[in-house]
């Protein structure tokens, strides 16, 4: 086990966290904002991996839990494939969030938005200093599905 593998790990996890594929879950994060934003509420939510926690409370949904339930289970594996102790790591919160008024409607693709997802990942293992690792990722959403959320599996 290399401390160093640890920031690997934890922006691997990050990325496929905020990304919008169904390789470790057939849920995903970005709905979660959708379901936030059509509420009424801040597009913003945290998932504790530590604490099996989902905040805010209008975030915790049977999808997220099972989101976070999907990368809770896939984490050992993860871990273990990028020689990690996963025993070592004391926290791992990821906070997602977008601006659904800075959406744009890319050049030629009427009907689509070019939607930006950030990720906060908090982290810390190992007995060391508690780390940030900042992720942006810029995606493509059908308009419709921003108001209904993207199809899950």
Not at 48 to 53: A, G, P, V
Request: hydrophobic residues 35%; contains cysteine; positive net charge.
């Amino acid at each position: 086990m290399k401390y160093k593998n640890y920031k690997s790990a934890i922006h691997n996890f990050s990325h496929s966290f905020m990304s919008i594929d169904y390789l470790k879950s057939g849920r995903l994060a970005v709905n979660v904002l959708i379901n936030l934003h059509k509420i009424g509420k801040e597009n913003k939510a945290t998932f504790d991996f530590i604490k099996k926690e989902i905040k805010p409370r209008e975030a915790e949904t049977k999808e997220s839990k099972q989101l976070l339930n999907d990368y809770l289970n896939w984490l050992p594996k993860h871990f273990k494939n990028q020689d990690c102790d996963l025993t070592k790591l004391e926290k791992l919160e990821v906070t997602i969030w977008t601006d659904f008024k800075k959406a744009i409607t890319p050049f030629r693709m009427n009907k689509t938005k070019e939607l930006e997802l950030y990720t906060l990942t908090k982290w810390k293992a190992d007995g060391r200093e508690e780390q940030t690792l900042e992720i942006s990722q810029t995606e493509l959403i059908k308009e419709y599905y921003l108001s209904i959320g993207i199809p899950e599996l």
